[in-house]
């Protein structure tokens, strides 16, 4: 197995060297005397290609051209310099968030950025553009400017300082009542457990409970907090873990519309905005624990009325989106949820004891998996 060191070397040889293809490809435009021009997948869930056997959203072949003009002089200068700046901090080891690249555009002259929002543009673009290289922002060398979830349980991280190579070991069960917060860059990481699956959790309220009470230590698992939609740092790290180590991942959220076809379906396939990169950060082997229409009734469940943003997203995703309408028992679920009208809490498990979702509701639901919804 390559060392963190080797791998990494890898990857920012092909970064640079895609960098250098396409600006290779521009000079030859130039030289033909042909409008230079850069290509980029359209980001929607109209672009995309769903294949349960692959696991993810893919990307289609829908193309945005951006083409040198005079209207598109200062995006496509800008889309270079950003560019250039990717390649810098690559071969000086170093990195900038969105933030960081937005204020580095100041010295860029007329192709500076005046918002950030313009900034963010370009640099999903390149990152787009990318991608079909199979080069991830994180590699480019561009962060999110926040961290992933946090990590209770039965897990070993080895951390490698990618500049002396000395490795930290970090026992995720000694925290005491606190977590190992996912770092923003995880590619160099590596793990050990024994666990038997990881627990993604949408709240922070719900991990700090089955944390606190160590149910990763009755339940043999690994605790994550996804704290609602997951980061990408987060996505990341649970797909590593999970193929690293082999494991099963199940999610624990909200038994609402934006819970199941948000924060769910992100962590499982992804989602249309992000199909260009889908296949590094979604996590296939992830199924639905809870919370389930089926579980409302079951287990009496509180409740609050659907909003009309919730029945709207429910009837989108089951028109539109090609995760649900490949998956017949989610198609059932949220018509089911539609019909009741209704959407429960995970803490909505609280009426029947504070600790009733680590004492019944979990075991319960862990020794029937075959049952989750997929």
Known sequence: MKSPQARKA?????????????????????????????????RSLGNVRYDPKKGWFEIGRGKSVRTLSV?????????LKMMALSKELVETNDFATKRDAYYQSKNWGDARFDEQTESDMVMDDVEAMFSVHGVSREQLRFIPDEHGGAVAGELIVYDTDLETGKVERIDCTRFGSGA??????????????????????????????????KFW?????????????PTRATRR????????????????????????????????VGSGNAAHINRFFCVPRASFLGVTPQDIVDHKLPTHPLKDVDVKRAKDALKNDPFFRIHEPWARALESLIRMG?????QALARWGLNYVIDEYLPGKLRNPRAFLP
């Open 71 to 79: 209207t598109t002089a200062k995006t496509f200068a800008q889309t």
């Open 342 to 346: 209704v959407r429960a809490e995970q």
């Open 180 to 213: 190992y917060s996912i770092p923003s860059l995880v590619e160099h990481l590596t793990f050990e457990t024994k666990a038997k699956f990881i627990l993604c959790i949408e709240t922070g309220g719900m991990f700090q409970r089955l944390q606190s009470h």
């Open 10 to 42: 890898k990857l920012d040889r092909v970064t640079v060297e895609a960098i250098r293809g396409v600006a290779a490809t521009i000079q030859q435009r130039i030289d033909r005397h042909t409008r230079p021009e850069v290509a980029f997948p359209i």
């Open 217 to 229: 230590q009755r339940a043999r698992c690994i605790l994550v907090s996804m704290a609602g939609v």
């Open 237 to 268: 790290f649970v797909r590593r873990l999970s193929d690293s180590c082999d494991l099963p991942v199940y999610a624990f959220v909200d038994c609402d519309p934006y819970g199941i076809s948000n924060i769910y379906r992100t962590l499982k």
